[in-house]
Each structure stands twice: as C-alpha cells, then as structure tokens.
Nanobody, 115 residues
Framework: QVQLVESGGGSVQAGGSLRLSCAAS????????MAWYRQAAGKRREWVAS???????TYADSVKGRFTISIDNAKNMVYLQMNSLKPEDSAVYYC?????????WGQGTQVTVSS
C-alpha cells in the first residue's frame, strides 16, 4: 500500500507562483512513475505533468514552460513548481503515483488563481 499526501495549495494572484508537494509513504520502492493531475470545477480531471522512473519529464501543453515537476527520491517527495499562474490554472491538484502497476492518488489540494 502507498499513501500520497499533497500540500502547498492556496490562493494567489495571476502571475504568481506556488509549489505543491506530495509526500509518499508505504511500499514506495516499486514506483514506476509520478504525475500531477488537476480538476477544475465542473470539468474532467486532466493530466498536468509526469516524471518517469528514468526521469523523463513531460508536460501538458497548457503548462509547458511555466510548471516544473521534480522528484526527491531520498525523501519520497514529488513537487510541482508553478510559475506565471493564470486564472485557468485554478483547480484541485492531485498527486498520482504508479507502484507495482497500481495507481494511487492523493486527496488533492486546492489552487485558486485570481485575476
């Protein structure tokens, strides 16, 4: 079993920055990928960024150049640095991890960007 807990959400004005954190605990040695997703009110959950086991980083076009995903293996942490935030980035952000072929999700953290 793996537990993922996000933190770092909040309210910020457009153009500002936030850094989301996701702490992983449990049976974490079998990780194959980590990712961030988001879900805005009334919309489907969408993929934001991924970091593979070989450290390949990929981003949705909507956040490319503004967001950065990173992993600290020693601390079992994954981060999402979000810069130049826009109102359309407002959503609940979820941490996702694939361990031993199974998907795990955190509870989500709210990000609100005001214009």
């Amino acid at each position: 079993q793996v537990q993922l807990v996000e933190s770092g959400g909040g309210s910020v004005q457009a153009g500002g920055s936030l850094r989301l954190s996701c702490a992983a605990s449990g049976t974490t040695f079998s990780r194959t990928a980590m990712a961030w997703y988001r879900q805005a009110a009334g919309k489907r959950r969408e993929w934001v960024a991924s970091a593979s086991i070989i450290s390949k980083l990929t981003y949705a076009d909507s956040v490319k150049g503004r967001f950065t995903i990173s992993i600290d293996n020693a601390k079992n942490m994954v981060y999402l640095q979000m810069n130049s935030l826009k109102p359309e980035d407002s959503a609940v952000y979820y941490c996702n991890g694939v361990y031993n072929g199974l998907n795990y999700w955190g509870q989500g953290t709210q990000v609100t960007v005001s214009s």
